[in-house]
């Protein structure tokens, strides 16, 4: 099935509005998290919720079994919502724009680190730290290992590429080489 990103905004703009009306932001984000992770496994149960040959009151049982004293009941009715509207499917869509809408509010923008290696804590907040005196802005990192790296640092924000990876260097020198017609 589809994903509507139209759909996809509304659901996570409804969630995030009655969350903070009833001043249980944190507590939404919360469990949006653990549901996050438990959906990230695509497992029997996604399979199950998204499947349209079964019946939609066994889909409801099933989330009144697993998850009713377990999730904040906000989170719940919009799963109980996704599932009668056929919609369940764009779950990990819509927790995942609620997060962004938080960060938007709070003034943080989105950027991924690509590194040839894993960086120790405390290599992720210098970086951090220095991103954010160079840009100006506040991020919300996450930091991705690509081992097709030789070797520096590719950060994408926004419509933003930095790119100083060794591969990135290489290239740049080919073409001035390439220009001075020295290859």
């Not at 919502?81 to 609620?98: C, Q, T």
């Not at 405390?122 to 970086?127: A, N, P, T, V």
């Not at 160079?134 to 590429?161: A, E, H, N, Q």
Request: hydrophobic residues 45%.
């Amino acid at each position: 099935m589809r994903i509507e990103p139209v759909a996809v905004e509304n659901w996570a703009e409804a969630i995030h509005r009655a969350a903070k009306k009833a001043d249980q932001l944190d507590a939404v984000l919360a469990d949006a998290r653990t549901l996050r992770q438990l959906y990230q496994r695509r497992g029997k149960a996604a399979a199950f919720l998204e499947g349209p040959q079964f019946r939609r009151q066994d889909k409801h049982t099933f989330l009144i079994r697993i998850f009713r004293g377990r999730l904040h009941p906000l989170l719940l009715s919009a799963l109980h919502l996704l599932v009668d509207k056929a919609r369940i499917n764009h779950l990990p869509f819509i927790v995942e724009r609620l997060f962004e809408r938080v960060d938007e509010e709070l003034g943080l923008v989105r950027g991924k680190v690509f590194t040839a290696v894993s960086l120790s804590e405390d290599g992720c907040r210098y970086l951090q730290e220095h991103l954010e005196a160079f840009s100006g802005l506040k991020f919300r990192l996450s930091f991705w290992v690509d081992p097709d790296l030789i070797g520096g640092v590719r950060v994408t924000y926004r419509d933003v590429l930095m790119d100083t990876t060794v591969r990135s260097r290489l290239l740049e020198l080919r073409e001035r080489l390439m220009e001075r017609k020295i290859v």
